[in-house]
């Protein structure tokens, strides 16, 4: 890209905020494709989105994609002819390359929007040359980007550095990006989004309560994965220092499987017993009602963006304890620094779990209310979706232009 291209795609990027001021034509239609796991809900609900404002939303899978539960039916899906595995090593990327691009040729979209660079082929769109390039980069892609090996590093920095725009969940994670590659003006910060109208304060499902074997307790939620990174160990381990009374709730969706009996062993030696709560995939749908149940949620992994279950509770008014990274103290320093812990700090996370349970019923409404209000104001799935159509266009528009 030339030095006067360039200049001006910056331009047209910072002025994204006038161009969602002017009223879009409504027979305007985007062609979108994305390169993302079919499976990852909030890539899914991020397609969804725009395929509900009327654009045309495309999702290029591998040969033999036997589909997924949960994907919207005006999602288009497009097959890539097959293409050497893992058997040829890195050597496949060039035939996978040519995979993506006869697909793109024959779609010809206006935008190819990758979402997660590992899972989300991310060094494919950027051998494919295909622009303009949208990258979202998930917490993982670029928090534990150190430990990867060379090459990987290698591969996530040129296609950082290649995208038109790079979106991500929060600042810290934006500044993070760019030391990995991503060019400072291409950055933007966008949100998968939280449906506020579904995730607010409210009482407890009594019917989901009494299915679960929970009344008279005290619930303590720890909505992530169970797998090493989310450390549910700690949970289990200062949960079984806490009164009878007190029940933990996780669900097994996506569980590493020996972790998940580290998990049980671990409840078993703390005393935690038959107090663990295991269940099976919450579906989102659900997931309001969950988090209903709860006294207190507990996110306390090792590195970490800004989890959308931590915004789903705080928009439910739920108060959250959470690990003392960067993009978390930007969500909860201002509303309850006393719950933000250091990893792996057993006594630390039961302190804080045990705060948040004695807060006085007007103290945990004036939270709530607080941590609701961050979501709604910078989180709301709408306004967020807006904003990236928005910068969608300015893409365009970009290309259409003369450098």
């Not at 879009?24 to 725009?50: C, G, H, N, T, V």
Request: contains cysteine; positive net charge.
């Amino acid at each position: 890209m030339g030095l006067s291209r360039a200049f001006c795609l910056m331009r047209v990027l910072a002025e994204a905020s006038s161009i969602l001021a002017r009223p879009m034509d409504p027979d305007r239609r985007l062609k979108l494709a994305y390169l993302a796991a079919p499976q990852e809900i909030l890539a899914r609900d991020w397609m969804a989105s725009f395929a509900r404002r009327g654009h045309d939303v495309t999702l290029i899978v591998r040969a033999g994609f036997s589909g997924v539960d949960g994907l919207d039916p005006r999602i288009s899906i497009r097959e890539m002819r097959p293409y050497a595995g893992r058997l040829f090593g890195r050597l496949s990327a060039l035939d996978s390359r040519g995979a993506l691009r006869e697909a793109l040729a024959s779609l010809r979209p206006d935008i190819l929007h990758v979402h997660d660079l590992t899972t989300g082929f991310g060094w494919t769109a950027f051998l494919s040359g295909f622009h303009p390039l949208v990258v979202t980069a998930w917490g993982s892609d670029i928090y534990l980007a150190a430990g990867s090996s060379w090459p990987a590093r290698t591969a996530r920095r040129l296609t950082l550095r290649a995208a038109d725009l790079v979106t991500l969940e929060g600042r810290d994670l934006g500044r993070a990006a760019v030391r990995s590659g991503a060019r400072p003006g291409r950055v933007r910060v966008i949100q998968f989004g939280v449906d506020t109208e579904r995730f607010r304060p409210g009482p407890a499902d009594p019917t989901l309560r009494a299915t679960l074997g929970l009344a008279n307790r005290r619930v303590i939620f720890a909505p992530r994965q169970i797998a090493p990174l989310y450390d549910q160990v700690s949970v289990v381990r200062a949960v079984g220092q806490m009164p009878e009374d007190i029940a933990l709730l996780m669900s097994t969706r996506h569980a590493d499987p020996g972790y998940l009996r580290t998990v049980e062993d671990a409840a078993r030696d703390s005393g935690v017993g038959g107090r663990l709560l295991l269940v099976p995939a919450i579906d989102h749908d659900d997931m309001a009602r969950y988090l209903g149940l709860a006294d207190v949620v507990v996110s306390v992994p090792r590195s970490d963006s800004i989890s959308v279950s931590v915004l789903e509770a705080m928009a439910s008014g739920k108060p959250v304890v959470v690990s003392d990274l960067p993009s978390p103290r930007e969500w909860l320093a201002d509303v309850s620094p006393d719950l933000i812990v250091p990893f792996g700090d057993v006594p630390a996370i039961r302190a804080a779990i045990q705060r948040a349970l004695e807060l006085s019923p007007d103290e945990a409404a004036t939270r709530g209310a607080a941590s609701r209000r961050i979501v709604t104001d910078r989180a709301e799935r709408e306004t967020n979706m807006a904003t990236m159509e928005g910068l969608y266009w300015s893409l365009v528009e970009a290309r259409r232009r003369p450098a």
